[in-house]
């Protein structure tokens, strides 16, 4: 069941950027540790970026810092993930999740997140 409503994939050239919402349309996500993951075909589920609960600390994966930014907007209950100097490599679905964590974000698996997005393609292609 998808709890979460993603927007904002595309297909867009080397270099490019687009910027991903997520919307929680039946929660309020204030008190949710919030997170991007990604997916791209035959690999596993891998995450980008979160944003814990508990201290507000931001995680960003290696391949993937310097040039994504992930943001919340609680007033909104949204959150957004700003990607910039898309790489081909950066092509995947890509899901926005939440959850009741209590510690970092980083340490915490894919389903360990209780919300889940229904995922957007993002595509980077010349």
């Known amino acids: 069941q998808v709890q979460l409503v993603e927007s904002g994939g595309g297909l867009v050239q080397p270099g490019g950027s687009l910027r991903l919402s997520c919307t929680a349309p039946?929660?309020?996500?204030?008190?949710?540790?919030i997170g991007w993951f990604r997916q791209a075909p035959a690999k596993e589920r891998e995450r980008v970026s979160c944003?814990?609960?508990?201290?507000?600390?931001?995680y960003y994966a290696d391949s993937v810092k310097g040039r994504f930014t992930i943001t919340r907007d609680n007033a909104k209950d949204t959150m957004y993930l700003q990607m910039n100097n898309l790489k081909p490599e950066d092509t995947a679905v890509y899901y926005c999740?939440?959850?009741?964590?209590?510690?970092?974000?980083?340490?915490?698996?894919?389903?360990?997140?209780?919300?889940w997005g229904q995922g957007t393609q993002v595509t980077v292609s010349s």
């Open positions: 999740a939440a959850g009741r964590l209590e510690y970092r974000c980083s340490s915490y698996l894919p389903y360990e997140y209780a919300l």
């Open positions: 039946a929660f309020n996500l204030d008190f949710y540790t």
């Open positions: 944003i814990s609960s508990s201290d507000g600390e931001s």
